[in-house]
C-alpha cells in the first residue's frame, strides 16, 4: 500500500525549505496547537502560534492546518513573510502567524479569501489580489482598503478577478485580470 501524501503539505515544505536555503532564517516554529483570536483595528487576526520562548525553528505543520493551500509567498521590507492561500492571507513575524479573512460585516477585511498574488511597490505599500478584487494592506490600521471596486473609484478594474500583479519604478500597478490589464497609479 502506497502512503497518501498531500501535495499542498509537499508544496509547502519545499517552499519553506528554499526560503530557509536563500535567507538562512528558520520560517515556523512549532506545530499550530492553538488558535487565538486578537483584535487589531477593526480586523480580526488569529494568532495561531504563541508563547515561544526559544528561537524559531522549523518543525512541521499539521495535516489539517487549514491554510495548506499556499498560491504566493512574499517578504516585506519589515521582514515578515506573507503567504497566500486558498483560504486566507497569512502574516508570519518570525514567531507567530496571523491570518487574514473576509469577515462580511467588516468592509476592512479581504475582499476574498482566495489570495492569488502579492506584491509590494516602491512606496511600501503592500497589494493583495484575490479571486473578488484588489486589496491595499492598510499597515497603521492592520486592515483592508479595496480597491477599484465602488463606482466611486476613479480606478475600476475590468474585472474583479486578479490574477497578476507587478509595480514598475514608476509606481504603476499593473494589475492582470482575466479581462486584461489594468494600470493604476499607486
Known sequence: MKPI?????IVLTLTLLFIVSVTNQYCFSLPVSEDITQQTGSSTAKNLV??????PVF??????????????????YKGYMWF???????????INLY????????????????????VEDEKRN?????SEGLNLYNRDMDNFIHVGSTNADLFRLKDSYISTLCSDKKNLLWVGTFDGVNVYSA
Open 5 to 9: 501524501i498531500n501535495r499542498n503539505i
Open 50 to 55: 504563541s508563547g515561544m520562548e526559544k528561537e
Open 59 to 76: 518543525q512541521s505543520l499539521p495535516a489539517n492546518f487549514d491554510y495548506n493551500g499556499v498560491t504566493c509567498i512574499l517578504k516585506d
Open 84 to 94: 497566500g492561500t486558498i483560504d486566507g492571507l497569512i502574516r508570519y513575524d518570525g
Open 99 to 118: 491570518v487574514y479573512e473576509k469577515n462580511p460585516d467588516d468592509s476592512a477585511s479581504l475582499s476574498h479569501n482566495s489570495v492569488n498574488v502579492l
Open 126 to 130: 503592500l497589494w493583495i489580489g484575490t
